[in-house]
Each structure stands twice: as structure tokens, then as C-alpha cells.
């Protein structure tokens, strides 16, 4: 099993798509490990993006997430961070293919409503950033069995 982190941005939040949006991973398989709604303050926003710093995009990307309160989650599920990241779809809403998240809920690069940790690596700093310890909680799920090879 593995863990990713998913940000339901701001536009999520203030479009009220965070329910089915959540719906559509647990429907997949996945399990809610952790979620909280908070406001997100330009320090976090800039750590969570920091290997964007400098680009064109940053400070208006900075001004998004910090513009309304964000949904932040960790999902667990086999390959967790591949499904998610295929669920979501191109970063670019206009791109994106139809059956994804993006694609059937964005019209927008930078409003995009979502984000998925893009490898192993990144789940695990973003989930030290966002997230206590503590706060991500183990549990089993009855009946994995019909849902994972070898759960
Ligand atoms: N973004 C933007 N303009 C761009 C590229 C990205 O506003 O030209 C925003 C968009 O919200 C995106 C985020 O910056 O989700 C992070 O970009 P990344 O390339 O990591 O996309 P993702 O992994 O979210 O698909």
C-alpha cells in the first residue's frame, strides 16, 4: 500500500466539488488517511510549491492557493500516487482528457481544483509538510479483499 497527498484547491473548495471530487477516489479504492480544511498561509504555499519558484506562474499560483481555504488529504491505495495522478488528468484543465477530474471539472491551467503528489518522494515531503504524524491515522478496511490484489 502506498500513500499520496491530494489538495483540493481553493476553486474546489468555493465551487463545492470537494464531495463528489472525494467520492470519485473512494470510489476507486482509496482510503481516506487524513484530511483537514484550513487556510493556507503564503510560508506553506511557497514551501509546497518551491520547485516552481521563479517561474512565470508563481506568485499568481502563490495568490491562488492562498486565496480560500484548501481541503488537504493523505490517500492510501496500491500504486496510490500513479492512480491518483491519472485520475486527475494534464495539469491544464482546457487538456485534459474527458473522464478525468480536470477534464470534467476544469477550464483552467492554474484552476485546476486538485492536486496529486507526482512520485513516492514527493508524497512523503508533502505529507511532512502538511501533516502531523499523528494526524494520519492507520485503520483497516473490511473487504480490501474485493477491491486489491493480495490485500
Ligand atoms: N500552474 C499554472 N500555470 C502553469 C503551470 C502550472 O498556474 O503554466 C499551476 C497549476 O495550478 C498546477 C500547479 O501550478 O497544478 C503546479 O504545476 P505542476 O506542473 O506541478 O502541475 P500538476 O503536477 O499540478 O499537474
Redesign the pocket.
Known amino acids: 500500500m502506498q500513500k499520496t497527498l491530494i489538495i483540493f ?1 481553493p476553486d474546489a473548495v468555493q465551487r463545492r466539488l470537494v464531495g463528489e471530487i472525494l467520492a470519485r477516489f473512494e470510489s476507486k479504492g482509496l482510503r481516506v488517511a487524513a484530511l483537514k480544511l484550513l487556510q493556507v498561509g503564503r510560508a506553506l504555499g511557497e514551501k509546497h ?1 518551491a ?2 519558484a521563479g ?3 508563481f506568485e ?2 502563490i495568490d ?1 492557493i492562498t486565496g480560500g481555504p484548501v481541503v488537504v488529504g493523505v490517500l492510501e491505495g496500491n500504486e496510490a500516487v500513479a492512480v491518483v ?1 491519472s485520475m ?1 488528468g ?3 484543465g482546457t487538456a485534459a482528457a474527458p473522464g478525468t477530474i480536470r477534464g470534467d471539472f476544469s477550464s483552467s ?4 481544483l486538485i ?2 503528489s ?1 512520485s513516492p518522494e514527493s508524497a512523503a515531503r508533502e505529507m511532512a509538510l502538511w501533516f502531523k504524524p499523528e494526524e494520519v491515522v492507520e485503520y483497516a478496511i473490511a473487504g480490501s479483499q474485493w477491491v486489491f490484489d493480495g490485500a
Open positions: 484547491k510549491y520547485e516552481h517561474k512565470p506562474f499568481g499560483l491562488f495522478r486527475l494534464a495539469t491544464n491551467k492554474q484552476n485546476n492536486h496529486g507526482d
